[in-house]
């Protein structure tokens, strides 16, 4: 765990009106900023900076390069893509801090939502409720399934809190490094060739970096079993979309996503038509489960930096 420097009386940029977090300390002085056009103040004051949450990279960095006093930067997002690139350009020392657990729940949610769904094809019954039809048949269930969870940190392991009472047969984990939870191992992701055919399901959970940009590709995605269904609730760029199409199109796999690469995805793009696949627009943080969570992050980061603690899910230190 990082630690702060120790901090005086500064600027505090926040998303979300100050007056509407409680126990914030009062040795700050607080700006409401939440990507809007015009500053607060001036950028050169603030030493603790809360991105705005789901306004876009642009938005995200844009006062950042005028940030001279910066020492912490705060997301409040699970995933740091949307900021890394502009960590080098940091004060030094700046401490970039994720949201670890705000998201656990509703990401989660979406998780298994997005899998009963493709399972039991509901969005076939919508369609044929639209047009007054009524379609039986039989379909699949969760139950005895395996499902293979690929990025097992907070919210992997929350996606797998919440399917052990769906009686699935078995839960694969894999990780970037191989460990062992109290449920049990978790895999590197070394071994994802030999666990990939043995899931019916495939979750994706895992951050978007480096080593997992375009993971889930061509020899990804061919060791996947016949009619296994991969449910991505990670970022667009951990699969590779043109090797998706092309497992979609031949009707060997299925998908449901919540994330696109591209994304938004514009109209009349291949995926919205592609057969057996559930997309939805990146709604597996923003919930009514966000705000709670998201002002206690904040209320204890800024009373842990105000006490000179260190801060907690510190994922970076600018060089």
Not at 137 to 156: N, P, R, Y
Request: a negative charge; aromatic letters at 6%.
């Amino acid at each position: 765990m990082a630690s702060s420097r120790t901090t005086p009386a500064t600027d505090v940029w926040l998303p979300i009106p100050p007056a509407q977090i409680d126990g914030l300390p009062d040795t700050f002085t607080y700006h409401f900023w939440d990507g809007d056009e015009e500053f607060p103040a001036d950028p050169a004051d603030c030493g603790f900076y809360v991105v705005p949450y789901m306004k876009g990279k642009a938005v995200s960095v844009r006062p950042l390069a005028q940030m001279t006093s910066l020492r912490v930067v705060q997301t409040l997002t699970a995933g740091i893509d949307h900021v890394l690139d502009a960590v080098p350009d940091l004060p030094a020392e700046t401490l970039l801090c994720n949201a670890r657990g705000v998201h656990d729940a509703s990401t989660a949610e979406l998780a298994l939502v997005l899998t009963l769904a493709a399972l039991r094809q509901l969005p076939q019954f919508v369609r044929a409720q639209d047009a007054g039809e009524w379609c039986p048949g039989v379909h699949e269930a969760l139950a005895d399934k395996t499902v293979l969870i690929v990025g097992h940190g907070a919210i992997g392991a929350a996606v797998e809190e919440r399917l052990v009472p769906f009686e699935v047969a078995e839960v694969l984990r894999v990780a970037r490094s191989a460990r062992t939870v109290a449920r049990g191992p978790v895999h590197a992701l070394g071994s994802l060739p030999e666990l990939l055919p043995r899931a019916d399901v495939v979750i994706l959970c895992t951050p978007l970096t480096d080593e997992t940009r375009g993971l889930a590709g061509a020899g990804f995605l061919s060791g996947m079993k016949d009619g296994a269904l991969l449910v991505n609730v990670a970022r667009g760029g951990v699969v590779d979309t043109g090797s998706l199409l092309g497992e979609l199109e031949s009707g060997r796999l299925r998908a449901a996503l919540d994330v696109t690469d591209p994304e938004p995805l514009p109209a009349g793009h291949p995926l919205w038509h592609a057969p057996n696949t559930l997309i939805t627009p990146h709604v597996g943080g923003p919930t009514s489960a966000f705000l709670p969570r998201a002002k206690r992050l904040l209320s204890s980061q800024l009373n842990r930096w105000a006490a000179g603690e260190p801060l907690e899910h510190t994922v970076v230190v600018a060089g």
